[in-house]
T-cell receptor, first 115, second 113 residues
Framework: DTAVSQTPKYLVTQMGNDKSIKCEQN?????MYWYKQDSKKFLKIMFS???????INETVPNRFSPKSPDKAHLNLHINSLELGDSAVYFC??????????????FGDGTRLSIL | GNSVTQMEGPVTLSEEAFLTINCTYT??????LFWYVQYPGEGLQLLLK?????DKGSNKGFEATYRKETTSFHLEKGSVQVSDSAVYFC????????????FGAGTRLTVKP
């Protein structure tokens, strides 16, 4: 199936640990994103990559480091996890770069819970 | 900068009621406008879109018309079903800003039988 897939779906870990979330899209898109959705459902963009190049880097702690090995993958590594990192993290992708109007396609989310 | 404001929820309706979720935007130029729906435990799915003024996006009985004069993109459905219960997000992509999509805060809709 063509889709944006992210793993794992659920991640429960202790404060202070380091964890990674992986995202892959097989839609042939050249732009990928990471969003954080808090408990009130508010969506905040974190990062955007276009053809492996970082183009959006919102105010996010530097404990969060995205990595894009190729344009079909955008992984998110988080160091020294904190309680406030508990949220659902969504990966998305779209076609087109600057000024495009193509919608974004979302993965099913990774629910991160910090104990 | 670009932004989207949508009506606060939660919204609770009875089955077959008429739905309106208001959305207004602030943007330079003419953005593209979208409605996304998020069902419980799932990611966001594109519901409909409109890319220029007076365009009407429609899907699954939902409609929204791009109103440049009022900078609005209100979501409507004539008769809601229990299966429409979800969180609805209005969003825009501005012109020339690296495809940066801005989302509204989301409106939770609950439809009761």
């Amino acid at each position: 199936d063509t889709a944006v897939s992210q793993t794992p779906k659920y991640l429960v870990t202790q404060m202070g640990n380091d964890k990674s979330i992986k995202c892959e899209q097989n839609l042939g898109h050249d732009t990928m994103y990471w969003y954080k959705q808090d408990s009130k459902k508010f969506l905040k963009i974190m990062f955007s990559y276009n053809n492996k190049e970082l183009i959006i880097n919102e105010t996010v702690p530097n404990r969060f480091s995205p990595k894009s090995p190729d344009k079909a993958h955008l992984n998110l590594h988080i160091n020294s996890l904190e309680l406030g990192d508990s949220a659902v993290y969504f990966c998305a992708s779209s076609q087109g770069g600057a000024g495009g109007n193509q919608p974004q396609h979302f993965g099913d989310g990774t629910r991160l819970s910090i104990l | 900068g670009n932004s989207v404001t949508q009506m606060e929820g939660p919204v609770t309706l009875s089955e077959e009621a008429f739905l309106t979720i208001n959305c207004t935007y602030t943007a330079t130029g003419y953005p593209s406008l979208f409605w996304y729906v998020q069902y419980p435990g799932e990611g966001l799915q594109l519901l409909l879109k409109a890319t220029k003024a007076d365009d009407k996006g429609s899907n699954k009985g939902f409609e929204a018309t791009y109103r440049k004069e009022t900078t609005s993109f209100h979501l409507e459905k004539g008769s809601v079903q229990v299966s429409d219960s979800a969180v609805y997000f209005c969003a825009l992509i501005g012109r020339g800003n690296n495809n940066d999509m801005r989302f509204g805060a989301g409106t939770r809709l609950t439809v009761k039988p």
